[in-house]
Each structure stands twice: as structure tokens, then as C-alpha cells.
């Protein structure tokens, strides 16, 4: 079991800036790969990006390729989403997630087991 609290969320102007963490505690956190997944009002949850237990490539939705990096800090048992050059259909809630062995694709929710409760990120036009 482990549990997931992120933070860092806000109100920010289109080309701005902001840095999602997610703090993990329960079992070990290196074993768990994370993902970043966001859900807009009336749409579903949708993938963002992603990166294994070993800190490998990661992986990008092709909407935030290129403007958002996902890290990880073994050491502190947390996650990092930056964000830049925010736009405003980046507007929604933001998740953290984490699985030890994914059981499909990483880019569905359903393969994740762990969730936290999410942080809104509002961009301004």
C-alpha cells in the first residue's frame, strides 16, 4: 500500500510556469512506477505522462511533449510534474498515480493502483 498527496497546484497565466510534486509514503517508493494523469470537467482522465521505478525514458501525451518534464526523487519518495509554457486547455485536475507491475498499457488509469486526490491547475488567457 502507499499513499499519494500532490501539491503545487494553481492559478497561473497562459506561458507561465508550475511545479506538481507528489509525495509518496507507505512501501518502498523506487519500486513503484508513476504516472501524471489530468481530467478537464465533463472529460475523462487522461494520461499526461509517466516514468518507471528505474527512472528510465519517460513518456508524454503529444499535448504536453516538449513543455512538461516528469522526474522522480527516490530519495525523498517523491514525484515531480513541471509544467511551462501553460496553456489554457491545460486547465484540470491533476493526478498522481503509481504501480509496481503495470498490468497493461501505462497509458490507461485502470493500470495503475494507487491514486492521489489531486491538485486543480487553472490557466489564465
Known amino acids: 500500500q502507499v499513499q499519494l498527496v500532490e501539491s503545487g497546484g494553481g492559478l497561473v497565466q497562459a506561458g507561465g510556469s508550475l511545479r506538481l510534486s507528489c509525495a509518496a509514503s507507505g512501501r518502498t517508493f523506487s519500486v513503484y512506477s508513476m504516472g501524471w494523469f489530468r481530467q478537464a470537467p465533463g472529460k475523462e482522465r487522461e494520461f499526461v505522462a509517466r516514468?518507471?521505478?528505474?527512472?528510465?525514458?519517460?513518456s508524454y501525451a503529444d499535448s504536453v511533449k516538449g513543455r512538461f518534464t516528469i522526474s522522480r526523487d527516490n530519495a525523498n519518495n517523491t514525484a515531480y510534474l513541471q509544467m511551462n509554457d501553460l496553456k489554457p486547455e491545460d486547465t484540470a485536475v491533476y493526478y498522481c498515480a503509481a504501480v509496481q507491475e503495470y498490468r497493461g498499457s501505462f497509458y490507461y488509469p485502470r493500470s495503475y493502483d494507487y491514486w492521489g486526490q489531486g491538485t486543480q491547475v487553472t490557466v489564465s488567457s
Open positions: 516514468i518507471t521505478w528505474g527512472g528510465g525514458t519517460p
